[in-house]
């Protein structure tokens, strides 16, 4: 969105933006993938990210164009919850099979993205390091095993994880929940327009983002390609630990769950071909 663009769009804009919006919704919600991930592919990242770091300063120019966004991104989030929370209970490894190939189908747009400003050997000590915190924290609370009961005040950190998802690409909001066993009932109160739910979870969203939003914002800013690089390590590594692997045990379900896995992979590389091939202004 830089000052030479045209003002308006067109309806084909207006319904692809609506459709990346969906997809960034849908991507806040679904296990392992993060909607600041998508916002980054889709080149929508940076001005979401101006609008919420100067609210006051960009709402004219930016608003109107994110708009079409902001729709999507509601129906993304709010239309899939239920059907995801019941594909996560009647069909879970399949289900999550499918999110590791869009993961993985999606890799090499971020890797591209992550370089884009070039790569330094701070880049690769970064994505590095964040790769084995990620992994030392998953393996470290799935040692231990430690569930906690949901509350208000869980809802609260449920809320700030999913606002870290969309503020910070890579970070997908069920890579904390899962484990915590927090995950699956926060899906399913949002399914359910549960207000004990929502209310928490919207205070701690919207807490993180006043709080984060200018503080990320400056990071990628000035140190673009070290953050990025992060960001791949963090996503390579929360990958990695959602992989059910005791779904490929018997041959039947290994032959399903590979199907799910190249679907996914397909599906975001078809998605990724045509996101370069609609340039949206």
């Not at 067109?10 to 600041?36: E, N, T």
């Not at 919420?52 to 509601?74: C, E, M, Q």
């Amino acid at each position: 969105m830089n000052k030479k663009e045209n003002s308006k769009m067109s309806p084909v804009q207006f319904v692809f933006r609506i459709v990346q919006g969906a997809l960034i919704g849908l991507g806040a919600v679904l296990p392992g993938i993060s909607g600041g991930v998508l916002g980054v592919i889709f080149g929508i990242y940076k001005p979401i990210m101006e609008l919420l770091s100067h609210p006051f300063k960009n709402f004219r120019t930016h608003v109107p164009k994110l708009i079409p966004v902001f729709i999507g991104g509601i129906i993304g989030f709010l239309g899939v919850a239920n059907i995801l929370a019941f594909f996560l209970n009647k069909y879970p490894d399949p289900s999550v099979c499918l999110f590791i190939g869009l993961i993985g189908g999606m890799l090499p747009s971020l890797f591209r993205e992550a370089g884009e400003q070039g790569r330094t050997k701070g880049s690769w000590i970064s994505l590095v390091v964040c790769m084995c915190v990620i992994f030392a924290l998953l393996i470290g609370l799935d040692m231990t095993s430690y569930e906690v009961t949901p509350s208000f005040g869980w809802y609260l950190f449920c809320g700030f994880c999913l606002a870290l998802s969309v503020i910070a690409p890579g970070m997908s909001f069920s890579t904390l929940l899962m484990p915590l066993g927090l995950y699956t009932p926060f899906v399913e109160g949002i399914g359910h327009f549960d207000m004990a739910i929502l209310i928490p979870g919207g205070i701690g969203a919207v807490v993180t983002v006043i709080l984060l939003a200018k503080a990320i914002n400056a990071l990628f800013d000035h140190h673009y390609s070290i953050a990025f690089h992060g960001i791949v390590g963090i996503v390579i590594a929360a990958t990695v630990m959602i992989i059910p692997v005791s779904g490929f045990t018997s041959a039947g379900s290994a032959i399903v769950n590979s199907i799910c896995i190249v679907v996914g992979v397909v599906i975001a590389l078809a998605l990724d071909k045509f996101n370069s091939s609609v340039k949206v202004e």
